[in-house]
């Protein structure tokens, strides 16, 4: 069964302070894997996709990767207004992505 | 372009009424899906549709109907409700397969 795991759950940053969220998966046939970012009362807003190993996107602060087991959200020099839920999701086949359970970031000024 | 509309945004209920939860999507997407949001959980797949008159269960479907008779239109319906089902409701639309989904800003329901 297809599984998407997300670590950490929750993550504290200081401004300026750069680090990365992670996103594992165990699917046969990776067909995309997408990275949302949710804010509180809001619904999931799409940042990136990335489809085959190898694959970088990039904006503003934000820069994801893939490789053929996880992928990594990294955040550069954030700022408060970055703070929100991250989410990723993968889709292998089976019409609607799996989601992970989030990366809660707060960014301190 | 309104995008992803749920309705309505917050709702309160009792053990045992119904009601339907209603999205609507003006992107012509063929794809739409509805999700239940718990703390802790992460998005749980309700039901999905990849197309008008086409429609399939998802992760945790039980208490839930949906139908989709149009392109525009997939609204989701609580047959009786229970306070299990209390919780926050998104709907999202999709042009299709490995593409990205488009979410509304959800409804939040409680079932006293």
Known sequence: EDQVTQSPEALRLQEGESSSLNCS??????RGLFWYRQDPGKGPEFLFTLYSAGEEKEK?????TLTKKE?????????PE???????????????PTFGRGTSLIVHP | NA????????QVLKTGQSMTLQCAQDMNHEYMSWYRQDPG????LIHYSVGAGITDQGEVPNGYNVSR???????????????SQ??????????????PQHFGDGTRLSIL
């Not at chain 1, 992928?71 to 700022?79: E, V």
């Open chain 1, 82 to 96: 970055d703070s929100a839920t991250y989410l990723c999701a993968v889709d292998a086949g089976s019409y609607i």
């Open chain 2, 69 to 83: 008779s149009t392109t525009e239109d997939f609204p989701l319906r609580l047959l009786s409700a229970a306070p």
């Open chain 2, 41 to 44: 959980m992460g998005l749980r």
């Open chain 2, 86 to 99: 209390t919780s926050v409701y998104f709907c999202a639309s999709s042009y299709g397969a490995n593409q």
């Open chain 2, 3 to 10: 995008g992803v509309t749920q309705t309505p945004k917050f």
């Open chain 1, 25 to 30: 998966y165990t699917v046969s046939g990776l």
């Open chain 1, 60 to 64: 503003e602060r934000l820069k994801a």
């Open chain 1, 71 to 79: 992928s990594f959200l990294h955040i550069t020099a954030p700022k």
